[in-house]
């Protein structure tokens, strides 16, 4: 199978397994669950379940017994772009191609919906118990996916982005933001496959390392899309890094280094995803498929 049918497949089971685990948009009270469907069917590339999939396979775990904690990574995400556009936050129109959740629902209904998406993540990765996983995997995953989301992964990236806004461009400073805000998730997909797939330490190690050079990689080309990207395909305004004096890779090294940072990072991820063996092939070809990228 080639990398775009094995994407569509798994896009296909993941949208799904997302609509299934959602009350449904007539649930009451109905206004959170329509803007909770809103978000979260809104389209998206499902990055991030996608690895959560494709590392469990490579450890030789089927991608149907990993779907809650595929979903649950989705879910949080989800919450993490509605809050993001938040007037308090980057104060963006436009997201996956429609307007922002909170210029739909209002700033109230989508905190809330964030909030909703945000626990109901970690009540569906406990579910993974039902899916067949060991409760002690589960509850390491839970773990996991806990301290990648708060204060010391994504919401401390979001705090130092927050921060950084109209700072000299700093390498160390946006190393940190991207590592944290994009990267923790990132890299928490890729351990989450494997500790709910029963990946051996050493193939925990490499798919830590595939994911936070895959993290990286992605902002990366994130901040160059920002620039460079069309707003067709990217869903979103280009140029906002740009108007809102944000910290980003090609601010600190420029637009050529900065995609030679990227194809570096891409490179050494598909050479780890190598080590693992056959089974990590969407894995290795993910990785340039993320550095290439127009959306
Ligand atoms: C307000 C409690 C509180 C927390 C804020 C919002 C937040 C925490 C953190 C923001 C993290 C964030 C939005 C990082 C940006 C990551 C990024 C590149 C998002 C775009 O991801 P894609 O391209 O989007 O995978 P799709 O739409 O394809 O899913």
Not at 30 to 50: N, T
Not at 149 to 162: C, K, M, T, Y
Not at 200 to 214: P, S
Not at 233 to 248: A, E, R, Y
Request: proline share 5%; charged share 25%; hydrophobic share 40%.
């Amino acid at each position: 199978m080639n990398l775009e049918a094995y994407l569509s497949q798994r896009r296909r089971l993941i949208e799904e397994a997302l609509k299934a685990n959602l009350p449904g948009p007539q649930s009451y009270p109905p206004l959170i669950h329509q803007a909770m469907h809103y978000s979260l069917l809104a389209g998206g590339k499902r990055l991030r379940p996608i690895l959560v999939l494709a590392a469990g396979e490579a450890v030789g775990y089927p991608a149907e017994g990993l779907l809650p904690a595929a979903c649950a990574v989705e879910f949080l995400h989800t919450y993490s772009l509605i809050h993001d556009d938040l007037p308090s936050m980057d104060n963006d129109d436009y997201r996956r191609g429609r307007l922002t959740c909170h210029k739909v629902y209002g700033e109230a209904i989508a905190i809330l919906a964030g909030d909703a998406l945000l626990t109901e993540a970690f009540g569906l990765l406990a579910r993974q118990v039902e899916a067949g996983s060991t409760p002690e995997a589960t509850v390491a995953a839970v773990k996991e996916l806990a301290l990648a989301a708060g204060s010391r992964g994504l919401v401390g990236g979001q705090v130092v982005d927050l921060l950084a806004e109209e700072e000299e461009p700093d390498p160390r400073l946006v190393d940190y933001i991207h590592r944290h805000k994009t990267g923790s998730l990132i890299r928490a997909c890729l351990r989450l496959g494997g500790i709910l797939g029963g990946a051996t330490d050493e193939q925990l190690e490499k798919l830590t390392r595939y994911g936070e050079d895959v993290g990286l990689a992605f902002q990366i080309v994130d901040d160059l899309l920002d620039i460079l990207g069309d707003t067709a395909q990217t869903g979103k305004p280009v140029g906002s890094d740009l108007k809102k004096k944000k910290v980003t890779y090609p601010a600190c090294f420029g637009l050529e280094e900065s995609r030679r940072r990227a194809w570096e990072l891409a490179e050494r991820a598909r050479r780890t995803a190598e080590e693992l063996g056959e089974r990590a092939w969407p894995l290795a070809a993910l990785a340039h498929y993320v550095v290439d990228r127009q959306s």
